[in-house]
């Protein structure tokens, strides 16, 4: 008997003490009202991301679980980097061979090159020496009736040679002692610059083969586990921003001269507890009370929406807790 007699004064006391808070919560708003802050009714928004790599591979490791609490630029997750090191490696690789031969091209001919070109110009010039005394000479016999026709033609066949050879010699000297065309030399340097941005993109990609949590916030869901080969894109992590919170509520159209942007405001959840903030967004068009919103008049109207931005440091607020927000209206003057 006396164990269901504390056990009914338990529960007793538990109840008095949820009407109590219940109570206290309800004439909050009231006080307020009287006072002449404006009370709106809302719900807490918290904004979620879902993160992923930028770049397919196997996952390496991941650094945290469901709950845990992050701070902006925490490593949350790594794949596998080999790949992406060889993709460095061959690219960095080509880039040096590019830049090796756009080097010799700027560089211009070698001087040993430049004494071949001429040692074929005195080749040439020899040649064309010799088949030039053998057309005379067979000229010369013609006249006299000691060479036929076909010989006379054939020698000056072989000099015309010899002087096309000669000439090419020549030009090809020139273009020895010139150097590469200016065209060749700014195409070496396109596939120089082609090269090196295809090493920048493997190291970036080696960067991206890194998850980093863009916000202070809390993991809501670990989506992939060590192992698992993703896509770019793919959710790994779903992050809930704890910092800024924002609070969604709605206000009347005749209140909407009380408030405007950057007006302070307090948060104030049913346990009682007060968060500063400030409204940071107010909606330029009107819509029908939501069902989720129930005004103190227990009425349906034409309402615009506002956000409140404020800070729960200690993770107090929750994803669509219901709670007052108390408004102290701007001073206006006439």
């Not at 879902?50 to 925490?74: H, Q, S, T, Y």
């Not at 307090?266 to 507890?273: P, Q, Y």
């Amino acid at each position: 008997m006396r164990s269901r007699q504390k056990v009914y004064i338990g529960i007793g006391l538990l109840v008095l003490l949820a009407a109590s808070a219940a109570t206290i919560w309800l004439m909050q708003p009231d006080r307020h009202e009287r006072e002449g802050h404006l009370v709106l009714n809302g719900n807490v928004d918290i904004r979620q991301v879902n993160l992923a790599f930028k770049v397919p591979g196997r996952i390496d490791r991941l650094a945290f679980d469901e709950g845990d609490r992050v701070e902006a630029g925490d490593l949350l997750a790594s794949l596998e980097p080999q790949d992406y090191k060889n993709e460095i490696a061959l690219a960095e690789a080509r880039a040096s061979q590019r830049s090796a031969a756009l080097a010799a091209l700027e560089s211009g001919s070698r001087p040993e090159e430049i004494e071949w070109a001429r040692a074929r110009v005195a080749e040439a010039e020899s040649a064309l020496s010799v088949a030039q005394a053998t057309l005379d000479r067979v000229e010369h016999l013609a006249g006299k009736g000691f060479a036929s026709r076909q010989t006379r033609d054939e020698a000056r066949s072989q000099r015309d040679r010899a002087a096309a050879q000669r000439q090419a010699a020549l030009e090809e000297l020139s273009l020895v002692r010139e150097g590469p065309r200016r065209e060749e030399i700014r195409q070496g340097r396109a596939a120089l610059g082609a090269e090196r941005a295809a090493a920048a993109l493997a190291r970036q990609r080696l960067v991206d083969a890194n998850l980093y949590a863009p916000a202070d916030g809390i993991i809501l869901t670990r989506a992939r586990e060590a192992g698992a080969i993703v896509g770019p894109g793919e959710t790994v992590f779903t992050l809930a921003h704890t910092s800024p919170m924002w609070i969604r509520a709605y206000i009347e159209e005749p209140d909407l001269e009380r408030v405007e942007i950057g007006t302070p405001a307090t948060v104030l959840t049913e346990a009682g507890r007060e968060f500063p903030g400030r409204i940071a967004y107010i909606s330029p068009t009107a819509e029908f009370t939501p069902k989720s919103v129930e005004t103190r008049e227990q009425r349906t109207s034409l309402v615009y929406r506002v956000r409140v931005r404020t800070e729960d440091q200690d993770g107090i607020l929750k994803q669509g807790m219901p709670v007052s927000v108390i408004v102290r209206p701007v001073a206006r003057g006439r």
